[in-house]
């Protein structure tokens, strides 16, 4: 392996004073606004500018998933300090209609390595991956089955190269990536219904378990395991 970066990463498990049912994609919207404004403060945790409100297009060095009825919180770079200075135990979240005390909160510190791999790696979409917008979602819809591949490829390797940069990796060499056996699902972001893609992600980048990439990430969308 070639390596390009290593950057910290740190990861918040938080628990509830309480059982908490509902669906993966509902209980991360929740968990990011309750965040979001327990923390309003700092930009890191929502993607607003502090002085005129603007959405700050950027690469989210915060991120938020669910799992297993627990809530989790993801930092890159400066965020991953700023996560493990942060008074998570006894912390007040209203999740919905839900009020939720934190009764416990597990925190995890990694070193992330990006890099050039000699060989093709293979990694588990955990969540489905965002590549569509509505309209290129329309002209995908009128593509060819081989078509239709060339194109998820394309958008794969586009926006692999956005996430790369956002966390200011450069990639030297030709990014490959494909997506074997992709399943399809509807997903649901801002009130609009997007096409989510699953799978086995085949690719030369070498990319750290937590890796997040594709449109919504810091919404859970496009996490990648090992």
């Given at each position: 392996m070639h390596l390009l970066a290593t950057i910290p990463l740190t990861q918040v498990e938080l628990r509830w004073d309480r059982e908490l049912a509902g669906g993966t994609q509902q209980r991360t919207k929740q968990l990011r606004g309750a965040l979001a404004n327990a923390f309003r403060g700092d930009d890191l945790f929502h993607q607003h500018d502090l002085l005129t409100g603007k959405t700050l297009y950027r690469y989210p060095?915060?991120?938020?998933?669910?799992?297993?009825?627990?809530?989790?919180v993801v930092g890159w770079g400066q965020a991953a300090d700023r996560l493990l200075n942060?008074?998570?135990l006894e912390l007040n979240l209203l999740l919905g209609e839900t009020p939720v005390v934190v009764s416990d909160a597990a925190l995890t510190l990694n070193q992330g390595q990006f890099g050039v791999g000699d060989q093709l790696g293979h990694y588990r979409l955990e969540t489905p991956v965002l590549l569509f917008n509505q309209e290129n979602y329309r002209r995908y819809q009128a593509m060819t089955p081989t078509q239709q591949r060339s194109e998820r490829e394309r958008l794969l390797v586009a926006n692999l190269l956005?996430?790369?940069?956002?966390?200011?990796?450069?990639?030297?060499e030709r990014l490959y990536a494909t997506l074997a056996e992709p399943q399809t699902c509807t997903c649901h972001y801002k009130g609009e219904k997007l096409l989510g893609l699953t799978g086995e992600l085949t690719t030369n980048a070498v990319l750290p378990a937590g890796f997040s990439f594709g449109h919504a990430v810091s919404h859970g969308y496009g996490w990648l395991t090992l």
């Open positions: 060095r915060v991120q938020y998933r669910w799992r297993h009825g627990r809530g989790l942060l008074p998570w956005i996430a790369l940069r956002g966390l200011d990796v450069t990639f030297p």
